[in-house]
């Protein structure tokens, strides 16, 4: 039988082995990958789920998220085309598509990133003038990411966008351009308070206008109705005058009737204004006829 030593010591010696088999099973989380090296040589990258390297031989040299990834870079001083400093921080957005390139591509990769970011930036704002900068950031936004992300093939790594974060002129700068600003929105101000006036100044010329047209239109419709009126109070009594010439035409009157009716109506028109009345010779017999039965009548 062995002794009791040997055993524990054989015990022992299980337990190392599988401790140390245990230890070189690894698990890649989800977007991961992990460069593995062997005997010092890149030998593969893992992905997603379980792997076991060989102890002491291969060794996980990087683990690399493959996320996507933002970095926001102080800002940087630039000079524009007219000679005018400023100040751009910029936020990057990439992501690792290849973990052996981003492992062995370029030492400290997100610094590189931020130098490649700093020189293109001055490159690109040297070209333009200060009011082009300050109204073309997108225009900035896609040249920067289209330089970037085909300088970082190399890296492994793909830039996806860039954001000018800020964009900060000298102070003084800032002040002539909220002046100028503050002038351009009073002058729109003025222009909005003319054109308020010359509506309202129309408005009113056209009610009056109106006004006036309805008035005349009123006056006109109110002469029209009088002068029917009058035509046919007119009509009425020519109407009249018919109606009883018809009567009497229709009655036979005698000819003393039809003096007597002239008569009364030359005492209608005597009570008028009239100063000198004719009368016929019929109708002055039957006056003096009139007279004298008169008489006779009171000495009776």
Same mark, same amino acid.
């Given at each position: ?29 989800? !977007? ?27 060794? $996980? ?105 800020? $964009? ?21 101000? *003025? ?12 408005? $009113? ?16 419709? !109110? ?32 000819? *003393? ?23 016929? *010779? ?19």
């Amino acid at each position: 039988m062995p002794e009791p030593m040997s055993v524990v010591l054989i015990l022992v010696l299980v337990l190392i082995v599988i401790v140390v088999l245990i230890s070189n099973i690894k698990i890649v989380p989800q !977007a991961s990958s992990y460069v593995v090296e062997r005997l010092g040589a890149y030998h593969g990258s893992w992905g997603t789920g379980p792997h076991a390297k060989i102890p002491f031989i291969d060794k $996980i040299a990087k683990k690399v998220s493959l996320k996507e990834q933002v970095i926001d870079f102080p800002p940087q001083p630039v000079i524009t085309k007219d000679n005018v400093t400023m100040q751009i921080d910029t936020v990057v957005y990439f992501q690792i598509t290849d973990p052996k390139l981003y492992a062995y591509g370029v030492e400290r990769p997100i610094s590189a990133i931020e130098n490649l970011t700093a020189t293109t930036l001055r490159n690109i704002i040297g070209e333009l003038e200060l009011d082009h900068t300050l109204t073309s950031r997108d225009v900035i936004n896609t040249k920067i990411r289209s330089i970037l992300d085909e300088a970082t093939d190399a890296w492994g790594i793909k830039v996806n966008r860039v954001e000018l974060k800020n $964009i900060l002129p000298p102070p003084e700068i800032q002040d002539s351009m909220e002046k100028q600003m503050k002038a351009e929105r009073e002058r729109r101000a *003025s222009i909005l308070d003319a054109e308020g006036q010359k509506r309202s100044a129309i408005l $009113i010329a056209e009610g009056e206008k109106e006004s006036a047209i309805l008035r005349a239109d009123a006056a006109k419709q !109110a002469k029209i109705l009088e002068a029917e009126g009058e035509a046919q109070a007119i009509l009425n009594v020519q109407k009249a005058l018919a109606e009883s010439l018809k009567m009497l035409n229709e009655a036979a009157p005698s000819d *003393s009737v039809i003096a007597l009716k002239g008569l009364e109506a030359f005492e209608k028109a005597a009570d008028g204004k009239a100063t000198k009345i004719i009368i016929p *010779s019929e109708i002055q017999s039957l006056a003096g006829l009139a007279a004298s039965l008169k008489e006779l009548m009171s000495e009776k």
